[in-house]
Nanobody, 123 residues
């Protein structure tokens, strides 16, 4: 079992920045690919960014590319999502997730989920 706890959400003005953290505990963190997803009210959960266990391979959804950066520190069992130039449409609950193997943009491929952290971007 892997337990994931997100933090760092909050209220920010459009154009501002937030950094989300996801702390993992339980089984060894390193072999897992990690992903960030988000879900806005009335919408499906959607992929935001993913990173493989080595940190060398990252991918982003088109709507955050160039604005968000995913990173991980395996020594601290933590994955981060730096969010810059935020837009009101980034408002959502953000979830981190862990997947065996290479990870995916498909939420069904993830084995463990955090409880989520609210991000609200005001215009």
């Amino acid at each position: 079992q892997v337990q994931l706890v997100e933090s760092g959400g909050g209220l920010v003005q459009a154009g501002g920045s937030l950094r989300l953290s996801c702390a993992a505990s339980g089984r060894t963190f390193s072999p897992y690919a990690m992903g960030w997803f988000r879900q806005a009210p009335g919408k499906e959960r959607e992929f935001v960014a993913g990173i493989r266990w080595s940190g060398g391979s990252r991918n982003y959804a088109d709507y955050v590319k160039g604005r968000f950066t995913i990173s991980r520190d395996n020594a601290k069992n933590t994955v981060y999502l730096q969010m810059n130039s935020q837009k009101p449409e980034d408002t959502a609950v953000y979830y981190c997730a862990a997947a065996y193997g290479l990870g995916s943009v498909d939420s069904a491929k993830y084995n463990y989920w955090g409880q989520g952290t609210q991000v609200t971007v005001s215009s």
